[in-house]
């Protein structure tokens, strides 16, 4: 069925992760945006609607500058780590309403180094909070995985074992930017940071771009010779009892994450189960946040995690190949960009043309997760 | 030398200090600090709670770097700190855990205390709440 409000990739492009001072957010965002455009065959001219999304690199509807004028309605997003969600829902959703029938979203993000700088006034908090040395994302982390892993009995091998298995598959990729494999030991053993997290259990703050170009059902296989189905999208915020970043007290358990709410919420809308998915991205701004949100969003039950890890499963050649990117932490942490870096793995690996380690079998089904703060979710469920 | 609280919203004016959060008449929850409305709830009104000054850890982690500024360190200058979430039974409370690192373990009991946050510029010493481990909380 080729309906009209049905929405489909049909092209995708990415400007490499990692550090380059040559380059500006908007010269990356511009070069996955051409390169988007080519690999659909289409020209910026035909593109109806258009979303971008930055967190602190500029203005993405400047970019009409340097691609063309043609009047495009171009809706700019900024939504924290689920920015590029946010801007292929807004696109998608313009499509599906007949607003135009080839759209675009774009992310990037060039940040400092070392860890993002935090206000707490912006947070609606004291002072008093920062100045103790309490307003850290990294101790968040840290404090939120050391409590799954005493409720459900893992140990902190299988976050080196997530460590491991990002570095891997990130040397095997063109575009990431951590590209030296580590052993669970050397990861393990790495400097201790908040723990149970190490050095090389976090992702950095770096730089990158990625884009996408969407079109309706009765363009898309005209355009495309393998369009990838946006099968369903859903975004969440937190509600009531959420572990979130940034929290001075928490309600007594058990804390429900948007992460559980969005998950639910697309795979009900697309018809398909966890079990189904043969390819995922899961937001891993470090090893515990995988860990987590393997479970999260259903993937595994909660504390069936260690035993997957060991038995390989979330290997490219796995039940259920995980983050085959490197994600986050082989790839950094643009937080504009990253999210559209999942869709672009995804769609790569549905039409089976990875640019790294290529999940065998022709894989179906795919899925993306991202998580950040205040407290949001948004997540995916692609399909050929 | 004179000594003064962080903020003085987080306390009550009791000696040693109380930590000093909000319940909600409608539902029951326990916020801290305090604020005017339930995070939960939309009928019910704020009034002051005083929190229990003893309880569990729930969760730990060290912070092994310094942080940024806004952070001020301690007159000698950061050192590793430990931080976590403390069980009151009816709210977790994020603090500093004056509690070494060989006796740290979730569950353990542990008691309010304040110590030392920074040195204003005028010599104040200035203390935060925290919590240390309770030797009469072992059941």
């Known amino acids: 069925m080729r309906r009209t409000d049905e929405v489909y990739a049909i092209g995708c492009g990415m400007h490499p992760f990692g550090r380059d001072e040559t380059v500006t957010g908007m010269d990356m965002a511009e070069r996955a945006i051409r390169e988007a455009l080519a690999d659909a065959g289409v020209a910026w001219a035909d593109i109806g609607y258009a979303a971008g999304g930055s967190d602190v690199s500029g203005k993405p509807d400047t970019l009409v ?54 206000s707490a006034a912006r947070y609606g908090l004291g002072d008093w909070y920062a100045e103790t040395g309490m307003m850290l994302t990294t101790q968040f982390f840290a404090l939120k995985t050391r409590r799954y892993l005493y409720e459900h009995g893992i140990s902190e091998r299988a976050l080196a ?74 975004f969440r915020t937190r509600r009531f009892g ?115 380690v290529q999940v065998p079998g022709a894989p179906r089904v795919g899925f993306t997760h991202v998580y950040g703060a205040p407290g949001i979710s948004a997540c995916s469920v692609l399909t050929v | 030398m004179t000594t003064r609280v962080i903020d003085e919203v987080l306390f009550d004016d009791g000696d040693p200090p109380r930590l000093a959060g909000a319940r909600c008449s409608g539902c029951g929850t326990v916020v801290f600090p305090r604020q005017d409305s339930c995070p939960k709830c939309s009928d019910g009104a704020m009034s002051p709670h005083v929190l229990a000054v003893s309880g569990h850890v729930w969760s730990w982690t060290l912070q092994a770097f310094a942080p940024k500024p806004p952070y001020r360190p301690p007159s000698g200058g950061h050192r590793p700190y430990h931080v976590g979430y403390v069980d009151l039974g009816e709210v977790l409370v994020e603090a500093l855990l004056a509690v070494p690192r060989a006796e740290i373990r979730i569950g353990l009991p542990v008691r309010l205390t304040t110590v030392p946050a920074y040195r204003d510029e005028d010599g104040t010493e200035v203390v935060t709440f925290a919590f240390r481990p309770d030797l009469d909380g072992e059941r």
């Open chain 1, 65 to 118: 500058g340097r691609l063309g004028l043609t009047g495009v309605p171009f809706v700019n997003v900024q939504n924290g780590c689920a920015t590029g969600a946010s801007t292929v829902l807004a696109v998608a959703n313009a499509l599906r309403a007949g607003e135009a029938s080839l759209g675009l979203a774009v992310g990037f993000d060039k940040h400092e180094r070392g860890a993002f700088h935090v």
């Open chain 1, 161 to 234: 074992m997530i460590a491991a298995r990002a570095f891997r598959n990130g040397s095997d990729h063109p575009l990431a930017w951590r590209r030296k494999p580590l052993t669970e030991q050397e990861i393990l053993d790495s400097a201790e940071v908040s723990p149970p997290l190490t050095r090389y259990m976090f992702c950095s703050p770096g730089q990158g771009a990625a884009a996408l170009v969407l079109a309706r059902g009765d363009r898309a296989f005209d355009l495309c010779e393998q369009p990838v189905r946006l099968a369903s999208l859903a």
């Open chain 1, 242 to 356: 959420s572990f979130e970043v940034f929290s001075p007290w928490l309600p007594p358990g058990p804390h429900r994450s948007p992460s559980v709410d969005a998950a639910e919420a697309v795979f009900r809308a697309a018809g398909v189960r966890p079990a189904d998915v043969q390819v995922a991205q899961l937001q891993d701004t470090d090893s515990g946040s995988e860990l987590i949100h393997l479970a999260e969003t259903g993937l595994c039950g909660h504390g069936e995690q260690e035993e997957l890890l060991s038995a390989g499963e979330t290997e490219a050649t796995g039940r259920i190949p995980v983050n085959t990117d490197g994600g986050c932490l082989a790839g950094g942490e643009p937080v504009g960009a990253s999210g559209l870096r999942q869709f672009h793995e995804v769609v790569r690996q549905l039409q089976g043309r990875a640019p790294g």
